[in-house]
């Protein structure tokens, strides 16, 4: 099978980005100072940049995540070529079907698929006072 031609790709990334109605943030994980047991306490910090994406409720969608089926909250495609982490999370700030909505923040599950097209991952809401 042969490859696609680069101007071909690029218009196939251009389109998927295009098709992305709604926003969101990456917060990015840092190790801070130990608790009193020794448990070292992560802050996320956001950059405030809004990168197009789009939001997918995941309906049930079981996914592996280091040995552990975790059900995960939404799906969500990024531009290619976005730079993720695996320990960082992500904050959904405007979903286009849903306006009005407060700002959610996610934890990343599974493996992050980076497409020909596309940046695809999973995510699991985070409860308030999760760390």
């Given at each position: ?43 996320y ?7 197009a ?29 976005t ?9 959904l ?39």
């Amino acid at each position: 099978m042969r490859a696609l031609p680069v101007a071909t790709l690029t218009r196939f990334r251009r389109q998927a980005e295009l098709a992305m109605f709604d926003t969101c943030q990456r917060l990015v994980r840092t190790a801070g100072a130990t608790d009193n047991h020794g448990k070292i306490q992560y802050a996320y910090t956001s950059n405030d940049v809004d990168l197009a994406c789009g939001i997918k409720l995941s309906g049930n969608r079981e996914v592996v995540d280091a040995g552990k089926a975790i059900y995960a909250d939404y799906q969500l495609r990024l531009p290619h070529g976005t730079t993720l982490g695996k320990f960082d999370r992500i904050r959904l700030t405007k979903w286009a079907q849903r306006p009005g909505l407060a700002a959610i923040d996610c934890d990343i599950v599974g493996v992050i698929d980076r497409g020909p097209t596309a940046v695809t991952l999973f995510l699991k809401e985070v409860i308030d006072g999760e760390v």
